[in-house]
């Protein structure tokens, strides 16, 4: 459906005008260190989105996931902190179109990072591209459509969470368990510096940390010994065939280069063993890293690997597998109607029909996707540049995203 005479018009005069707020509310939040790990100041932050949220007029509400119920399953430092994952919504009636973000960021390169610092158009600082710019871009859409009234058949939801940037525990998963994640839902934008693509599509991801085990000896009485470097190898060199055979599978999704659409299969980020060259390995351990294609289920990819382990259990190897991460993939058809909305919205603002692709990463759509939303990435700021030690933005483009924002919600809640 089309938005009305003038609406386009007048919602983008509106976001300019807004130039100056928004810098300076992207720059309060940049201010926040909500470093993650470990997940720092999160009450901070969302105390300045809050009294940003009540300025512009809208209610809020807050769920708050308690310290230490969920460790960071990466580096196995506990939180200290409690996270909050806050709500707000815009019009009338179940239908819900989400603008979903997350507050947290990578650590700083640099404590300077957290001083923001404006050179031209470009605004510097950590999460000023992934993705507090962002933020900033969904809710001054919202405040542009609250601006202009325009009746909605509908509503628009502001998810904003914390914890992505280590698997979404304490955000996201965690609105999901209560039930209010994608409630009503029919799209969800979220404001991955995706620099100027449409992201439609990420792949899920099964991480573990192996750890096959023997006995120590001292090499001159190696025989009384089992060598868990040679049991490792054994192991190693299965995953290695079960390798072969992933990286044969291709993604229908559109990523650059081509080699980017095999299946992927890491073995080794990780791997550490043995206390001494003169004693035989009492346990190596090594991480394994799967990141399956939209097309492939998580599952049974799974129960692919866990088979391995278990063979060689059951041949007498002492094998522990700890799964670090795990995590749903997403895909949705770029002729989907909020793709579509998307799309058209992006042309509209910056003059260029954006491209699809699919993101190398994990998408915090794959939560929206398991309730059957529609979800796609888009927001100001190259990936490049996210987790950069000199992290920046184009202040333009968080304008463009804002106003993208509006013209696609419009144009869905019509
Ligand atoms: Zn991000």
Redesign the pocket.
């Known amino acids: 459906m089309a938005i009305g005479p003038g609406t386009k018009e007048r919602l983008m005069d509106v976001v300019s005008s807004c130039r100056n707020e928004i810098l300076d509310f992207t720059k309060a939040l940049i201010q926040v260190p909500t470093e993650n790990p470990p997940g720092s100041s999160y009450r901070d932050c969302v105390a300045v989105v809050e009294a940003k949220l009540e300025e512009i007029g809208l209610e809020s509400s807050v769920l708050e996931v308690p310290a230490g119920r969920n460790q960071n399953p990466r580096n196995g430092r506990i939180q200290s902190e409690s996270a909050y994952c806050l709500m707000s919504f815009y019009g009338t009636g179940p239908r819900t179109l989400y603008f979903h973000g997350?507050y947290d960021v990578v650590p700083a390169a640099t404590p300077r990072q957290f001083k923001p610092l404006l050179r031209g158009d470009r605004l510097f600082g950590r999460g000023s591209a992934?993705?507090k710019g962002g933020l900033a871009a969904m809710i001054y859409a919202v405040k542009a459509i609250k601006a202009c009234k325009l009746r909605l058949n509908g509503r628009i939801g502001l998810a904003i969470v914390p914890d992505?940037e280590t698997g979404g525990l304490r955000g996201s998963h965690a609105l999901a368990a209560s039930g209010k994640l994608g409630k009503d839902g029919i799209g969800m934008f979220t404001a991955?510096p995706t620099g100027g693509a449409i992201w439609n599509a990420c792949r899920g991801a099964i991480s573990l940390r192996v750890t096959v085990k023997g006995k120590p000896s001292h090499v001159g009485l190696h025989f009384w010994g089992v060598n868990s470097f040679e049991k490792m190898l054994g192991v190693a060199n299965k995953l290695m065939e079960l390798k072969q055979r992933v990286e044969s599978r291709k993604t229908a999704f559109k990523i650059e280069p081509d080699e980017a659409r095999n299946s992927i299969l890491l073995i080794g980020g990780e791997c550490q063993g043995g206390a001494s060259f003169n004693t035989v390995p009492a346990q190596c351990c090594f991480t394994v890293d799967r990141r399956i294609n939209p097309e492939e289920d998580l599952g049974a990819e799974k129960e692919r690997l866990l088979e391995l382990f278990d063979r060689f259990r059951k041949d007498g190897t002492e094998v522990e597998v700890e799964t670090l991460q795990e995590a749903r993939p997403a895909g949705f058809s770029e002729h989907d109607p909020v793709a579509r909305a998307l799309s058209t919205s992006i042309e509209a603002v910056t003059g260029k029909a954006p491209s699809f692709e699919m993101c190398p990463g994990l998408l915090e759509t794959r939560f929206y996707a398991e309730q059957g939303v529609p979800a796609f990435a888009y927001g100001p700021g190259q990936l490049t540049a996210?987790h950069a030690p000199d992290e920046s933005v184009a202040l333009e483009d968080i304008c463009a995203c804002a106003a993208v924002y509006t013209l696609a919600a419009a144009e869905l809640l019509a």
């Open positions: 997350h992934d993705m992505e991955e996210a």
